[in-house]
């Protein structure tokens, strides 16, 4: 009897799961899950990284093939933003003295590589929004534009890249912008018409 029972007992405790062993190999798992979220947020770009980058990394004196791969390497790296992360770089300027390093030719390139995503979260942005909020940016915009239209007359609006960013936000606006906010963004398209004189 005691035999029997001593086979149960070793029986039982084969069949028992070794809790120990369990909690070791869930808390190594978490801690590769742990290290590559970490290691994802780490290599994430941020606007302050980017203006890093490019402080590390000047144009001048680079042959063709290193200017290259360093605007291919900022406009990977502009790509991977958050749309409020892409605004607020915008605003404060940070790549203007990277712009300005760059000839014609890198431009285009540069905003080839840049624009069509920028854009396409822009939109996605725009088709979110809630109406109202969305018609009283639309106006603001209106607003600003006709404030600052005489503006557009300094400017060679037959620039490059000027067309450039005009064709490929309208390519993106009229491809991916719903209905409703298509017929909310009308009135801007009709200020932009008015204020900008394309010449043929």
């Not at 890198?106 to 979110?128: A, H, I, T």
């Not at 503006?151 to 960013?165: C, L, S, T």
């Not at 909310?184 to 008015?194: R, S, T, V």
Request: charged fraction near 35%.
């Amino acid at each position: 009897m005691m035999v029997e029972c001593g086979a149960v007992r070793v029986y039982e405790s084969a069949m028992r799961p070794n809790w120990i062993k369990i909690a070791v190999l869930l808390a190594l798992v978490w801690g590769v899950i742990g290290g590559a979220i970490w290691m994802v947020r780490k290599n994430r770009p941020t606007p302050e990284r980017i203006a890093e980058f490019v402080g590390a990394h000047h144009l001048e004196g680079k042959a063709p093939a290193e200017r290259a791969k360093v605007i291919e390497e900022v406009a990977k790296k502009v790509n991977g933003l958050e749309y409020d992360q892409r605004r607020e770089m915008d605003k404060q300027r940070r790549l203007e003295v990277f712009w300005k390093a760059m000839n014609g030719e890198e431009r285009s390139r540069y905003l080839d590589l840049v624009l069509p995503s920028g854009f396409k979260q822009m939109m996605e942005n725009f088709n979110k929004m809630e109406p109202g909020k969305r018609k009283r940016l639309v106006q603001k915009a209106v607003d600003d534009l006709r404030e600052h239209g005489g503006d557009r007359e300094k400017r060679d609006v037959n620039d490059p890249q000027f067309r450039k960013i005009i064709d490929q936000g309208l390519k993106s606006f009229y491809s991916d912008a719903t209905i409703d906010a298509k017929m909310d963004a009308l009135p801007f398209l009709e200020a932009l018409e008015q204020t900008v004189k394309w010449s043929h």
